[in-house]
């Protein structure tokens, strides 16, 4: 039990150690730098989209969406044929952002469950699933509600 609860120790101080690198030298969050880097890898994409991409709940979309747009880093355009529908696009600002912004954009935990076969990650789904249950305080909204950078 102890050795498991110090690589959740290791998982969380590496997640907060990368977060903290971007948030200095980008000037973003990294749930901001996700999306913008998503932004800036489909041009024109849309709000809903950006949401199923960074498994995050719309409302928390459209913060980080008017954060960027604050911050001059996207740009947001209606389609002529339909004016409720908006798309997104990475501005020259928020490309050279990305430039110099620490590696990988999406995150380190993100970005190493994506290198993780599949058979592992069902495995690893499996085992956490039975922690969770067996918790006896959790919270099953945090799952689409909150960036990990923002935990």
């Not at 409720?84 to 970005?111: D, M």
Request: charged share 20%.
């Amino acid at each position: 039990m102890l050795a498991v609860l110090g690589q959740f120790r290791i998982v969380i101080k590496s997640v907060r150690q990368h977060y903290q690198q971007v948030e200095r030298k980008s000037g973003v969050s990294g749930a901001q730098l996700w999306a913008l880097s998503h932004i800036a890898a489909h041009p024109g994409a849309k709000v809903s989209e950006l949401a199923h991409a960074l498994a995050i709940h719309a409302s928390t979309t459209s913060n980080l969406i008017g954060r960027l747009d604050a911050l001059a880093l996207i740009s947001r355009k209606r389609t002529r044929q339909d004016q409720r529908t908006v798309q997104l696009y990475a501005t020259a600002k928020g490309a050279n952002a990305l430039k110099h912004a620490p590696r990988p954009l999406i995150g380190v935990l993100q970005q190493a469950l994506s290198e993780v076969s599949e058979r592992r990650l069902d495995t690893l789904h499996a085992s956490l699933s039975e922690l969770i249950s067996a918790m006896k305080v959790k919270d099953v909204r945090a799952r689409s509600a909150t960036p990990l950078s923002d935990l």
